[in-house]
């Protein structure tokens, strides 16, 4: 058994605040994206309702147990690979082929394709964000060392630490996040962009990416043994929101703030 649990952490930054424009109300990537989500969740629920799926299912119970940090890795490429290797999110002009001619706001650009037409892009995620120079630019996510851990190259101040017990900062919010009952043994190891830290419970494993207004956090089980209750702490003076899912046939951990 090995299950893929998700959880977004979005905090409010006043410099994001001011878009020069308005987001629309409907984002048509957004629809779309969660469409393709709800018919790819009936796919597997009818999927995993087949005897073979049953069948390997109980074998799966106890095929993960006791990995160490290498093997729990491999288990997530080999069972969650598009998880692990997609993006968290993608900035405007990051597809095959096309290029940002210039930004209208912080939530807008004008794209182009080869020798296409340009088109409108808006996003109710920023889509630039003001660089080390103080230069408004393209968000880009790519981690990058910084001090005793990682943060991305042009985003909202996000800090991901080596040592998992140190938690994740937020330092514009003053905002930190951690795991309940971490060793301060974990540490970080670079995955596709991700923070991956094996072992943060019982057979189960973690992994963190940037998104341009927080993270996305995800728990690996790999086994019966792994804990139902995965707690995650907030701890700041501000209002925060934190949105869960189910990962690819999972189960949803209860979070305690």
Not at 40 to 59: H, I, N, V, W
């Amino acid at each position: 058994m090995a299950l893929f649990v998700f959880a977004a952490v979005v905090l409010g930054d006043a410099s994001s605040s001011n878009r020069g424009g308005d987001a629309p109300a409907n984002d048509p990537q957004m629809e779309q994206a969660l469409a393709q989500s709800q018919q790819d969740g009936e796919r597997e629920k009818q999927r995993r309702a087949t005897p073979q799926a049953r069948e390997e299912r109980m074998r799966s119970r106890s095929a993960y147990r006791g990995s160490d940090g290498a093997k729990a890795l491999e288990v997530a490429k080999a069972k969650f690979g598009h998880e692990v290797s997609t993006p968290a999110w993608k900035s405007a002009g990051e597809e095959t082929g096309q290029r940002v001619v210039k930004f209208l706001s912080d939530h807008s650009a004008l794209i182009e394709a080869g020798s296409g037409p340009k088109s409108l892009v808006e996003s109710v995620l920023p889509m630039r964000s003001t660089d080390q120079t103080g230069q408004p630019a393209a968000i880009d996510l790519g981690l990058e060392r910084h001090g005793n851990g990682f943060k991305p190259k042009n985003a909202a101040g996000t800090e991901l630490p080596d040592h998992l017990a140190d938690g994740l900062m937020f330092p514009k919010s003053r905002v930190r996040l951690g795991l309940g009952a971490v060793g301060a043994g974990v540490t970080a190891q670079s995955v596709d962009g991700k923070l991956f830290y094996a072992d943060v419970a019982h057979d189960t494993d973690f992994f963190v990416a940037p998104t341009p207004t927080g993270v996305r956090t995800y728990h690996q089980l790999r086994s019966d043994q792994s804990p139902e209750d995965l707690p995650l702490n907030l701890r700041g003076p501000i209002r925060m929101s934190w949105r869960g899912g189910r990962g690819a046939g999972g189960r949803s951990g209860r979070s305690r703030w």
